[in-house]
């Protein structure tokens, strides 16, 4: 079997049996990967506590026919501790997490990896706020899946902007004319929210005034609906976070 080494964020975990675990990893250069890490629900484990959920690693690994077998594991950043001990922090990450899940694939792709790296370890600096980080990395990694809302031009017409309704199934921002049924309202500063997010122009999202933070919860439902639209199953963590 041949072996393999690569840089890898820790997605998810379940156990397997008495002593093992399943550790579905986000991989720099294979995309997802599922992979067996035996003996680590021991107390004598040499890298189970590398192996948990926000963990960067780089992992060595043994390619099976169904699942990869995990040999080794060295530490690149243990994000996990950072993240946990604030409960709106936690719930963001846990969406990244499983959005990126979702949305990887077992082949290679650079992108959705250094974009989740990226908004766990903004998470875990506290560099903006929790929902927005989640926001815009919701965002761009439907952006980078080929789901990039227009926030422009009419989705459906191509007519210029600005335009103040926004549908999920026409794909961004909508003339009025061609609005669906259930288009949702979107004032200016909500529209500089999503602008800034999706382009991580975070001067654009942040600020303390009443009309920014009312538009980062606006932002944050209009985002909520669009994924839960385009992966076409639901986000769980989404219903946590607090907006």
């Not at 994000?79 to 604030?86: P, V």
């Not at 309202?185 to 602008?195: G, K, M, S, Y």
């Amino acid at each position: 079997m041949p072996l393999y080494r690569d840089d890898a964020v820790v997605l998810r975990t379940h156990d397997l049996g008495e002593a093992d675990r399943i550790i579905t990893m986000l991989t720099r250069r294979r995309g997802r990967v599922a992979a067996v890490a035996k003996g680590v629900r021991r107390t004598l484990s040499r890298f189970g506590a590398r192996l948990e959920p926000f963990s960067v690693v780089q992992i060595q690994c043994f390619e099976g026919r169904t699942l990869d077998t995990v040999t080794q594991a060295e530490s690149v950043a243990m994000l996990g501790a950072a993240i946990a001990d604030d409960y709106t922090r936690y719930t963001a990450g846990t969406v990244i997490l499983e959005a990126a899940e979702r949305l990887s694939a077992e082949t290679p792709n650079p992108g959705l990896y250094q974009l989740t790296l990226g908004a766990l370890r903004s998470l875990a600096r506290r560099e903006h706020p929790p929902l927005a980080v989640a926001d815009a990395y919701l965002l761009r990694a439907l952006a980078q899946a080929g789901w990039a809302p227009s926030l422009g031009a009419c989705a459906r017409s191509g007519e210029p902007g600005p335009h103040h309704l926004f549908s999920a199934s026409a794909g961004g921002m909508v003339a009025e004319a061609y609005a669906p049924a259930g288009s949702m309202p979107v004032d200016h500063r909500t529209l500089e929210v999503l602008a800034g997010l999706l382009s991580a122009t975070w001067n654009l999202v942040e600020g303390d005034d009443e009309a920014s933070i009312a538009a980062r919860d606006n932002a944050h439902e209009i985002v909520s609906g669009y994924t839960q639209y385009h992966l076409e199953r639901r986000v769980r963590s989404l219903r946590h976070l607090e907006r």
